[in-house]
């Protein structure tokens, strides 16, 4: 699989806002959803998190918005893994309007690496980390 991650789709009308173009909320909604395809692509679905009794929960997100996009242009996001360290990882993410290449944002998330049983971070499974490679700021869109 590849080291960078890459999803495309049409911005649905509702994820408009009342200022016309794609609401914040949309960009959180699409960087879990991208985040999700590509653990499911490196064979880390849900449910085989699950049975190992852990999952992945958000400590942050940071968001840059650079320019607005709109209900019906397509858009692709890049997302890769730039660090795992012992119960956290950070990803990052690039949002392009494929129609002219510009981006409307850029993104990243400090994920955590939790034991559901006991609701705290767990240190992150050899098996986990070793399905991710990682992606240098150099080899970074």
Known sequence: MPKIFSYRFYVPDDANDA????NNIAYVQWMQDVAIRHSDAQGWTIDKYQQL????VVRSH??????????GEEIEILTWVCNMKRTRSMRRYRFFRCADRMPPARAETDWVYVDNVAGKPKKIDIAVS???DLVTPEEEP
Do not use: K
């Not at 200022?19 to 794609?22: D, E, F, L, R």
């Not at 009794?53 to 992945?56: C, D, E, L, N």
């Open 19 to 22: 200022n016309g173009h794609v």
């Open 130 to 132: 070793e399905a991710f």
């Open 53 to 56: 009794g852990t999952s992945w």
């Open 62 to 71: 940071q968001i840059e918005y650079l320019q607005p996009a709109f209900a």
